[in-house]
């Protein structure tokens, strides 16, 4: 608004007289035009007289021998110049009572510009002649405008412009006022959530019903935070998982250990009964502790990915063979589809997440059920599956069971040798990979793991 008044007052007058000058031009254009006409009518006079009326113009024509022809009405009343002492240059005259001296500079100065000061008001005016010839005679057309605009209608625009400004300052006030509070408002609100957050309280919520980039702002926070509360999860299951894994296996040990020093010490049978669970129990948690530095190993990057040509076949056959105890003892039927065809992949390491798919698909299944091991080698890459009828895993738990120590049953026989890391270092292997992977299944209908390794690998 600012700017505007300041353009308003340094431009007024510049542009007044530029529209004064254009006016000019066209009133002297529609009086030529009238008076070329052979056949002048009256509604020709009176547009003529209304041009000059409506735009604060004076004007009077004459003829050859300074007769006046046309004297119109005018709106510029006492302000016209036309009947008063004018002076151009150094000759003081007044028009109407020596129209010769008007003409005879005309003919001089063709058409003819002035800017004169009216003596009353000391307003800059212009005074304009033209000489228009026709075919009978020659007439001259004397028009007085002026040049600036009067201090009223200065003061009327100011005014005007002042009651606009404070309306328009208003306005923008009351709309600053609710779209501060409106685009503040959720950004206060998810500043509370984000303090509840930082303050270990996972339900903060940041959905906002706000503008778009709010919006994404907030259900970003709110995936982070799922995220993060997932990982307080882990963490928490972490630490539940390892103490009671670690310290159930320890107790037994202690506690056989008691019994063969106490009571079977004498005892062969007994004693080599006590010994067997004590040896049971140190494999568990060396399993455990090295199914936990592995994946340790693996996530942090230290175990390198050696790549050679793999014969699959050899080894699926070579996995199969490494549970060929369990197999036998759970009587499943176990089924070995294998193409001829050569990965390249770390041998070591696609053999272990064969084999903790194979010994998953073993510990969920029933007895006498059946397993299918497939690999099927296609144009861009090599698939491997390992299929199974047994238990199943239920949607909701299907997205974490790749996660660390998740068990889907958290109670679940700690013999069948659960450590909850099996997928986990499965999938580290296969992201190291760069394979993709995935498990298909349904509650108490079976499971498919899969990988496939691709063809066209990029060298690391
Ligand atoms: P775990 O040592 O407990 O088997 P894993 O990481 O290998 O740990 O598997 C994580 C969880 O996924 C298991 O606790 C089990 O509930 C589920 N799971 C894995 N494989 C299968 C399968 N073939 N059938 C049913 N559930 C499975």
């Known amino acids: 608004m600012l700017l505007l008044g300041f353009l308003l007052v340094v431009l007024i007058k510049p542009y007044y007289r530029n529209d004064r000058m254009n006016t000019i031009d066209m009133i002297s254009e529609t009086i030529e035009k009238l008076l070329l006409k052979n056949d002048v009518n009256n509604n020709d006079i009176e547009s003529a ?9 004076c004007a009077i024509i004459y003829n050859e021998n300074g007769k ?4 119109p009405p005018d709106s510029l009343g006492e302000l016209c110049m036309l009947d008063k002492k004018i002076t151009v240059g150094d000759l003081s005259y007044n028009i109407k009572s020596e129209p010769e001296k008007m003409i005879e500079l005309i003919k001089n100065d063709n058409p003819f510009y002035e800017t004169i000061y009216s003596q009353y008001t000391g307003i800059e005016m212009l005074l304009y002649g033209k ?16 040049l600036e605009p009067v201090e009223s209608y200065i003061d009327f625009i100011m005014n005007q412009y002042l009651y606009l400004a404070m309306i328009v300052i208003l306005i923008s006030l009351v709309l600053a006022f609710f779209l501060a509070k409106n685009i503040s408002k959720p950004i206060i609100q998810m500043k509370n959530e984000a303090n509840k957050l930082a303050q270990g309280d996972y339900d903060a919520k940041f959905e906002t019903n706000s503008f778009s980039e709010i919006n994404d702002l907030a259900s970003t926070l709110d995936d982070a935070t799922e995220k993060l509360s997932k990982v307080n999860d ?3 299951d972490l630490i539940a998982n390892v103490s009671h894994d670690i310290k159930t296996p320890l107790t037994m040990i202690k506690a056989y250990a008691e019994m063969i020093k106490d009571i079977s010490g004498d005892d062969p049978l007994k004693r080599n009964e006590h010994l067997d669970v004590i040896i049971q129990e140190s494999e568990y948690l060396d399993k455990l502790v090295s199914d936990m530095s592995e994946l340790s190993k693996l996530q942090s990057g230290v175990i390198e990915i050696n790549r050679d040509n793999v014969d699959m076949k050899e080894c699926v056959e070579r996995v199969v063979t490494l ?12 089924i070995v589809d294998c193409d001829d065809c050569v990965a390249y992949a770390d041998e070591i390491k696609i053999s272990q997440v064969i084999y903790n798919f194979l010994s ?14 497939k690999v099927k080698d296609s144009e861009n890459a090599i698939r491997v599956e390992v299929i199974d009828n047994g238990n199943g895993i239920s949607k909701e738990a299907l997205p974490y069971i790749w996660d660390r120590y998740y068990k889907v049953d958290k109670n679940f026989n700690r013999s069948v040798n659960s450590t909850g890391l099996g997928l986990a270092i499965a999938k580290a292997i296969l992201e190291a990979h760069k394979a993709k992977y995935g498990v298909e299944s349904e509650l108490d209908k079976g499971s498919t793991f899969w990988f496939e390794l691709s063809k066209d690998y990029e060298e690391e």
Do not use: F
């Open 131 to 146: 000489q228009l010839k026709t075919n009978l005679a020659n007439y001259y057309l004397i028009l007085n405008t002026p």
């Open 234 to 236: 882990l963490r928490k």
């Open 360 to 373: 998953n698909a073993l510990k969920y299944s029933d007895e006498n059920a059946e397993i299918t091991v």
């Open 323 to 334: 549970l060929s105890h369990a197999v036998e003892e759970k009587k499943v039927k176990l």
């Open 68 to 71: 006046s022809i046309y004297y």
């Open 49 to 57: 007289a209304r041009t000059i009326i409506g735009n604060n113009v």
